[in-house]
């Protein structure tokens, strides 16, 4: 490929963000119109990507582009796309623009600016694309730490009461885990020197490293964490219901939606291939955290009574299915858990943004008890809210029902006591998501929602595409595991040691 089309994507809303920062304070609206608008552009751009991506091709990565940057230490900007980048970079910018459609009144200059906002999500967006498109070690490393300072910000500017210490909160664990991932970068390039004579960050040259099977377990950990954090994986995810519950929506959309499948992305990507002797010891640790937190998250879940913590204690439960999948080491786990990941993201788009609808012709309030009986006076808000929530409970139909349902039949076929226990947390997760939504949604309408108005045309039009996404990808899922599949399959068989793949040129079995 000659155009550098993942250039061009990292570029455009990057672009759209120094514009935006550049207008008037006074331009509020402008500044929204044109964050609007190059979050289209980067969409359309991302779509016609997608369609020239050749989904049998042997090669592992497509759009390959690869720059020296740094060359006395073998760190070069260097990006392509497999299958499994290529979704989640369309997932972020699907989201992007509908989340500037839906947050078009959240943001005033009471608090921090309307331009500073929007120019944020522009820059995460970048940043978002970049993390799953890069081939070097150190330049993901860059994106992975850069995209902290735009969402501290988020958080922090334009959050809720606690929005401080959720922010600070935030920022400290993900620090933490990028000084982890730091020491073990810096372990990795040493060992990498040992074999080659020079040390290199080259993804391509870094899988298959011979290495010391000690060194490899303490290199594991240092990533791991980083990315158990990131993710989160239970006993790393105290921070993540703080977060969700002083961020406005889009921002938590964005979090939960987009930025926490880095950390299981980088489990796939980086974990299997370049440390597989690590990955097979500590798989049966990792699969009892997973279970662990299917459990504990659904449980937490159940308990609370207020709807942003409730939905992120639900992605923890979430995410307990999704690092299943990774390590039960089966080509239906891998699939399922990165099909997970798009529908978990799409999920969490409605089920975050029809709660900040609601909150807004509320008083602000997340808490369940001060709703009941919405379905009565706002009709179509309830329906979005239900299309969200039996998205959450992996109803057949929806797109997470594809992803769960293969996550499961990984497990079952690797150990039918695993794939047993996973699927008595199916139970919780309909307990809640029915609970929320009968108790805000159904019986009669309390004096608090009389009167409350229904979605209007930009919110209407801002769910409508993510709720067909779940829909349709969940009746024909193909699109996603025709690309998934393989790139799946690859990262398996690499991280099996199989002599005929080269991760360089390609190939198979």
């Known amino acids: 490929m000659t155009f550098p089309w993942l250039t061009v994507l990292g570029v455009v809303p990057l672009m759209g963000s120094i514009v935006v920062a550049l207008l008037p304070k006074s331009r509020g609206t402008l500044a929204k119109q044109v964050a609007l608008a190059f979050s289209l552009v980067t969409l359309a751009g991302t779509v016609a990507m997608s369609l020239k991506f050749d989904g049998s091709s042997s090669q592992p990565f497509q759009f390959v582009e690869n720059y020296p940057w740094i060359p006395s230490f073998g760190i070069s900007y260097s990006v392509g796309v497999d299958g499994i980048g290529l979704v989640l970079v369309a ?42 498109s890069a081939t070097d070690l150190f330049l993901f490393y860059v994106f992975f730490e850069a995209m902290l300072i735009p969402v501290y910000f988020m958080i922090g500017r334009y959050g809720g009461p606690q929005r401080s210490y959720a922010a600070v909160k935030f920022l400290v664990y993900s620090l933490v885990g990028g ?11 040493v060992v990498s020197a040992q074999e080659f004579g020079s040390g290199t960050f080259n993804y391509a040259a870094l899988v298959g490293l011979d290495m010391d099977p000690n060194v490899q377990k303490m290199l594991f950990l240092g990533f791991f964490i980083a990315f158990a954090i990131k993710a989160p994986l239970w006993p790393f995810h105290t921070w993540l219901p703080d977060a969700a519950g002083a961020s406005k929506a889009g921002t938590s ?18 974990l299997l291939p370049i440390f597989p002797a690590a990955s097979d010891f500590y798989a049966p640790v990792v699969i009892g955290l997973a279970l662990i937190g299917i459990f504990y998250g659904a449980y937490l879940a159940l308990t609370q009574n207020d709807m942003r913590r409730l939905f992120a204690y639900s992605s923890m439960s979430h995410f307990g299915f999704i690092a299943l999948g990774i390590f039960v080491f089966t080509s ?13 993201g799409l999920s969490t788009a409605a089920l975050f943004l029809t709660a900040g609808y609601l909150m807004s012709r ?29 998205s959450s409970l992996a109803l057949p139909g929806m797109v997470s029902f594809v992803g769960e349902f293969l996550v499961l039949l990984g497990a079952f076929e690797v150990n039918i006591w695993i794939g047993a226990v996973a ?10 998501v029915l609970r929320v939504y009968q108790r805000t949604m159904t019986g009669p309408a309390s004096p608090d929602v009389t009167g409350m108005r229904d979605l209007n045309g930009r919110e209407i039009t801002a769910l409508v595409p993510i709720a067909a996404l ?13 690309v998934i599949t393989p790139a799946g399959d690859l990262m398996l068989a690499v991280s099996d040691h199989m002599p005929d793949i080269d991760m360089a040129q390609g190939g198979g079995k």
């Open 470 to 482: 779940i829909i349709v990808l969940g009746l024909f899922p193909s699109p996603l595991t025709n």
């Open 423 to 432: 699927t008595l947390g199916i139970v919780i997760t309909a307990a809640y």
């Open 332 to 344: 239906q786990g891998m699939t399922g858990s990165v099909v997970y990941m798009v529908a978990h």
């Open 362 to 390: 509320h008083t602000g309030s997340s808490l369940i008890s001060d709703y009941g009986g919405v379905n009565k006076v706002a009709p179509v808000l309830a329906g979005f809210f239900l299309i969200a929530a039996l």
């Open 253 to 270: 959309v964005l979090l939960i939606g987009v930025l926490d499948k880095v950390g299981t992305f980088g489990m796939i990507r980086y």
């Open 179 to 189: 000084l982890f991932m730091l020491a073990a970068l810096v372990g990795l390039y």
């Open 91 to 132: 997932l972020a910018a699907t989201l992007v623009p509908f989340v500037i459609l839906a947050g078009w009144n959240d943001v005033d200059d009471s608090r921090g600016s309307v331009k500073g906002y929007f120019s944020l999500i522009l820059v995460l967006e970048t940043l978002m694309i970049g993390v799953f």
